[in-house]
């Protein structure tokens, strides 16, 4: 195999680099629809509902799985 890179940085950057981005660009256009389409109210809920739970999400994670 003639590559610059190793598997592994390769696959991280197309899987972690390229799929955050794709995933935060998807969440943004849903923001930016429910803006224009549902009013301030509803594209502010979402965010804020979205934001929190992956946080709180992530915190129980890491309590369920703690050493």
């Known amino acids: 195999q003639n590559t610059i890179l190793s598997d592994d940085i390769r696959l991280f950057l197309t899987v972690g680099i390229l799929g955050?981005?794709?995933t935060f660009s998807a969440?943004?256009?849903d923001v930016m629809l429910l803006y224009q389409n549902?009013?301030?109210v509803i594209a502010f809920i979402y965010l804020l509902?979205?934001?929190?739970?992956?946080i709180i999400a992530?915190?129980?994670g890491?309590?369920?799985f703690k050493n």
């Open 20 to 22: 955050g981005f794709t």
């Open 27 to 29: 969440f943004s256009i």
């Open 38 to 40: 549902n009013g301030k």
């Open 49 to 54: 509902l979205s934001v929190m739970l992956s």
């Open 58 to 60: 992530v915190f129980a």
């Open 62 to 64: 890491m309590t369920i």
